[in-house]
Every structure is written in C-alpha cells, then in structure tokens.
C-alpha cells in the first residue's frame, strides 16, 4: 500500500523544502554534504542550502518498540506527533522561549497507521547539560541560568515529557531545551513539576556516576534554589 504524504512547512522556508529532505538516503547521495548521525539512529544532522538542520524520524522505545519501531494509531494528520511538536515548538519560540526553529514536519500514512519526521533549525555550537556537568565548564551563575530557564517554562505551563540532561542545551550562552515530543502546554502544578525536576536529576546522576564532585552537589543546589524563586 502507498503512503499518503502531507507535508507542514514553516512559511519562511516554502520555496525551499522538498519532501526528499526528510530521507536520510537522499543526503547520502550527497557527498559534499556533511553529514553527522547522533543519537539512538532516529536523528540526524546535515548542510543543507538554508543551513544545517536536524531532521529527527520518530520512533518508539522501550516495550512498545518490540511492536512497532516507528508506526502509530493514525488518528488524523493534525495529531501526528510531528506535527503536533512542529505546532509547540512553533507557539514557544513566538512567545519567546528558547526551542528550536521549526522547518517543516512530514507524515506518511499507510492504511491505520503512520510515520513521521520532524526538521529543526540546528543550535550552533552547542552542547548538552550532560556533556557540561561531566567536564568543568558549569559554574554556579550558568546552573543559575539553567535553573531559571525551566522554571520559566514550566511557570508558563509548558510541559516537556522527558527533561533529562541530553535535552538541555547551552548554545551561544542561552540555555535551550529541546524535544518536545508529546509535551504540551498545561496548567502549572507542583506534581508534574518536580517531576520533571526529579527525572532531570536522576539523567544527571545516571551519566555523572557516584560518588557526586562536591563542587557538582553545590551547583545543582543553586539550580534547584533558581527554580523555586522563578516558580514564587
């Protein structure tokens, strides 16, 4: 069965995207682009004429990969998580907050189930709050910054579904975070909120291991102590 394809496509880059971008095997052909894979093989990076750019296919993990690695219930194009995530990231970055750009987002349909991708504006230079935590170039003031930073979101009601340390990014000395697949805009509460606190600590303790640098202990402390006066 063919796929029925529908493409969103941010109104900036009309003229410039074309469907064979979202195929990692387009960009394959492409010698002289730079192409550099990166995490679980559901995304990557590349050059393209209006930049480098992630393009991120969506797939599943855990239990429910050993069913489907990257299919879902189709439920209507507008409620693909691409789209859906497109859609966030689009509402965030005009309210000011800083998320990626979104490019555009495909979704292939195939009878009752479908597929999709999701291209983003890559963050220069960047690197994620694990990378810094495991090295020595987060002092107080940029755990500070971070702290503020999430508190901001989540006083604004923004919901991020998996706030660990491989999605908070410093870029050009701005604290972004980044996927925000199945997130969404709620209402603030103090349950869900430290939630997403704690998931973010236990990430921070998963990648840095045991015994903590007392120095680290500290930093995280101010942290904490930025959210709860952001969130007063």
Known sequence: MSADTQLKVNPDYVDEIDVEWFDRAYWLKHS??????????GAFAVL????????KHYQRGGFAAKV?????????????????????????????????????????????????????????????LSELARGTQLDEALWLQIG???????????YHDDLNAQNVLLSDGTVYLIDFDRGERRKPDPSWQ???????????????????????????????????????
């Open 32 to 41: 002289q682009v730079d192409l550099q894979s990166f995490g679980r093989g």
């Open 68 to 128: 489907s690695r990257d299919h879902y219930v189709f439920q209507g194009y507008a409620r693909s998580r691409a789209v859906i995530e497109f859609e966030l990231l689009q509402t965030l970055r005009q309210a000011g907050f800083a998320v990626p750009e979104p490019i555009a987002a495909r979704t292939q349909r195939r009878g009752l189930t479908y597929h999709c991708d999701l291209i983003t504006r890559e963050l220069p230079q960047s690197q994620t």
């Open 148 to 158: 503020t930073t999430i508190a901001k979101f989540q006083a604004a009601g923004v």
């Open 48 to 55: 393209t004429p209006i930049g480098r750019v992630v393009i």
């Open 194 to 232: 430290q939630a997403n606190i704690k998931r973010l600590l236990r990430s921070l303790k998963k990648n840095i291991k045991a015994p903590w640098p007392e120095a680290l202990e500290r930093n995280v402390a101010a942290m904490l102590s930025a959210v709860a006066q952001t969130r007063a």
